[in-house]
T-cell receptor
Framework: GQQVMQIPQYQHVQEGEDFTTYCNSS?????IQWYKQRPGGHPVFLIQ???SGEVKKQKRLTFQFGEAKKNSSLHITATQTTDVGTYFC????WGGGNKLTFGTGTQLKVEL | ETGVTQTPRHLVMGMTNKKSLKCEQH?????MYWYKQSAKKPLELMFV???????ENNSVPSRFSPECPNSSHLFLHLHTLQPEDSALYLC???????????FGPGTRLTVL
């Protein structure tokens, strides 16, 4: 079945350092979505990318969709303590259906 | 955020108990989902309902029984659960197959 892997699984950074998480799908995706889950919270939608090679920015966050539409990345510039949480990518399951396949997630911890 | 609500927020039950989780969405969406999130595991899709019809059952044991009386409400009936079923159960909704999903706060379930 379809698999969506993310690396790294965990990342500890000092406040002010940059952070990147990578998402890789075993199948081509029609779109990729990113979610953030704060500790003790629930996943919250961040952004959706649709076009091959698309790049979108939200303040310090930069999202990129690969040319082959099988991978994506999220880059945070100058991390802050408010960035703490787990970041998930998600893509529509291959073969259609009303569901997303979520990635394994990257847990980010930011230390002062 | 009050778009998707879940009750109860916390539940402790014995293996012989029967309980139900409730989810309600106030967003006018046509799809609703149940996910299981265990410690250090990715989100596991359990069930998908589209326009009140179940369109996905991700090989979930029969001790979990979903019910969707209308597009706004979703239930998860629980009976004779096992300790390994202890997890955070998240409900989500979306408009259409590939659009962003809105998650509820989750029910933290502990099975003794």
């Amino acid at each position: 079945g379809q698999q969506v892997m993310q690396i790294p699984q965990y990342q500890h950074v000092q406040e002010g350092e940059d952070f990147t998480t990578y998402c890789n799908s075993s199948t081509t995706l029609s779109n990729i979505q990113w979610y953030k889950q704060r500790p003790g919270g629930h996943p919250v939608f961040l952004i959706q990318l649709v076009k091959s090679g698309e790049v979108k920015k939200q303040k310090r966050l930069t999202f990129q969709f690969g040319e082959a539409k099988k991978n994506s990345s999220l880059h945070i510039t100058a991390t802050q303590t408010t960035d703490v949480g787990t970041y998930f990518c998600a893509g529509p399951s291959w073969g259609g259906g009303n569901k997303l396949t979520f990635g394994t997630g990257t847990q980010l911890k930011v230390e002062l | 955020e009050t778009g998707v609500t879940q009750t109860p927020r916390h539940l402790v039950m014995g293996m012989t108990n029967k309980k139900s989780l409730k989810c309600e969405q106030h967003l006018g969406h046509n799809a609703m989902y149940w996910y299981k999130q265990s410690a250090k595991k990715p989100l596991e899709l359990m069930f998908v309902y589209n326009f009140k019809e179940q369109t996905e059952n991700n090989s979930v044991p029969s001790r979990f029984s979903p019910e969707c009386p209308n597009s706004s409400h979703l239930f998860l009936h629980l009976h004779t659960l096992q300790p390994e079923d202890s997890a955070l159960y998240l409900c989500a909704s979306s408009q259409g197959s590939y659009n962003e999903q809105f998650f509820g706060p989750g029910t933290r379930l502990t099975v003794l």
